[in-house]
């Protein structure tokens, strides 16, 4: 079983700047060295997207438009941590936060490929 705990959500004021972590806990079952990660935003009343992922062995990253230039998305295999660091923050990144693994060796941002996911951390953005 492969468990993902995502921290470092928080409150900011607009412009300000946060770095979610996601680290993997595997009690059974393997993130392999080629699987892609992602992290995944829901915010209220809309239906859950893709912010950024990673595909490492190819050295690829995919963002979505309103976060491009802002938002970096980094992993450490060594430590089974999966980072996104956050800048110049809007109040349209208010969401909950869901870090995601176990994808297909190639990018992607389609939710249905990823095997495992975190519970969850708020990010609340105030203008």
């Known amino acids: 079983q492969v468990k993902l705990v995502e921290s470092g959500g928080g409150s900011m004021p607009v412009g300000g700047s946060l770095t979610l972590s996601c680290v993997a806990s595997?009690?059974?079952?393997?993130?392999?060295?080629?699987?892609?990660m992602a992290w995944f935003r829901q915010a209220p009343g809309k239906e859950r997207e893709a912010v950024a992922t990673?595909?490492?062995?190819?050295?690829?990253?995919y963002y979505t438009d309103s976060v491009k230039g802002r938002f970096t998305i980094s992993q450490d295999r060594a430590q089974n941590t999966l980072y996104l660091q956050m800048d110049s923050l809007k109040p349209d990144d208010t969401a909950v936060y869901y870090c995601?693994?176990?994808?297909?060796?190639?990018?992607?941002?389609?939710?249905?490929?990823?095997?495992?996911w975190g519970q969850g951390t708020q990010v609340t953005v105030s203008s």
């Open positions: 990673i595909y490492q062995p190819a050295k690829e990253t």
């Open positions: 595997i009690r059974s079952g393997y993130i392999d060295s080629m699987d892609s």
């Open positions: 995601a693994a176990g994808g297909p060796a190639w990018l992607t941002a389609i939710q249905k490929l990823f095997k495992y």
